[in-house]
């Protein structure tokens, strides 16, 4: 019969030989979750850069409205908001309110759908939309 140290070494012993295996069993209970943790980081990574992408395209289409003059503010915006645009986000791009607006200010509006995972395949059903104005110089 040991006792002391050598029995408390044995039972460490055991004790190590009945957990192997633990590590096998924690990182496959644990790699769902990581792995989803790891989209929605980047699905909320698409969706601020959508709305990066809406804010730059409207303040684009205002910048371009407002050096064109009275009498091309329609087109010269919307070609800047397409041009700003990548593929997978002019697609399902909506301009609204590009030109004038009252008298003295020109304003756009971009809405934009944030992509599901990739850009291109999906869109989520939240608009994103940025509105930028400025003053108007020709008349």
């Known amino acids: 019969m040991r006792t002391g140290i050598a029995a408390a070494m044995g039972t460490a ?34 969706v601020g850069y959508t709305f990066v992408l809406a804010s730059g395209a409207a303040d684009q289409g205002v910048r371009k409205a ?22 997978a ?3 399902p791009a909506r301009i609204d309110d590009c030109g004038t607006s009252g008298r003295d200010m020109v304003k756009v509006s971009v809405t934009l759908k944030a992509p599901v995972l990739f850009p291109g395949f999906a869109s989520l059903p939240i608009p994103v939309k940025a509105e930028a104005g400025a003053a108007a110089e020709g008349k």
């Open 13 to 46: 012993r055991a004790r190590f030989r009945d957990d192997r295996g633990q590590l096998i069993v924690e990182f496959t209970g644990m790699v769902p979750i990581i792995l989803i943790t790891l989209v929605l980081l980047w699905q909320a990574v698409l």
């Open 66 to 87: 407002v050096a064109a003059g009275a009498w091309d503010r329609q087109s010269r915006c919307r070609a800047a908001v397409h041009e700003r645009l990548p593929d």
């Open 89 to 91: 986000w002019d697609g």
